[in-house]
């Protein structure tokens, strides 16, 4: 009845539904599409988690980092002495940077912009740059309160 989709016992109709090995071509090849779809989006769903789970981490590096100067800062301007002179802005090391090693022979060349937004920078050997969060990572790698 109804295709076989459908089955009828007295009173009583029961939904058979299609079996899989009724599907079409066009129907197997929608499915095949629509189960490599959700696959794509599974994958999606866990980059997208791991780039959450280093904001997090990068967040409470930087929290921390910034929580442990606040109550450095507090504890010197309650032991203001007048051997040791504030901090100025020019002196202070500001988010985000970056820090650029190179082995002690090496020479660098530095040329900045007239408004100090562009850099161009001339390495003799080979060096190696860190971001702001790669030293925090390295940081906490190595101190106990970061």
């Not at 900045?112 to 937004?117: C, D, I, L, Y």
Request: proline share 2%; glycine share 4%.
């Amino acid at each position: 009845m109804a295709l076989g989709l459908v089955r009828k016992a007295k009173q009583q109709i029961e939904w058979t539904g299609v079996s899989r090995t009724e599907l079409s071509d066009s129907d197997q090849r929608e499915l095949d599409e629509l189960k490599t779809g959700i696959q794509e989006i599974r994958d999606s769903i866990k980059g997208k988690r791991k780039v959450l789970e280093g904001e997090e981490l990068q967040y409470a590096r930087t929290k921390t980092l910034l929580d442990r100067n606040g109550a450095l800062m507090k504890r010197q301007s309650k032991k203001r002495r007048q051997s040791a002179p504030e901090i100025s802005q020019d002196q202070r090391i500001h988010f985000p940077f970056l820090v650029v090693q190179t082995p002690r022979k090496a020479s660098i060349k530095c040329q900045a912009s007239s408004n100090r937004t562009a850099y161009q920078m001339d390495f003799s050997n080979e060096f190696q740059i860190f971001n702001d969060y790669d030293v925090l990572c390295l940081m906490a790698e190595t101190s106990t309160k970061c």
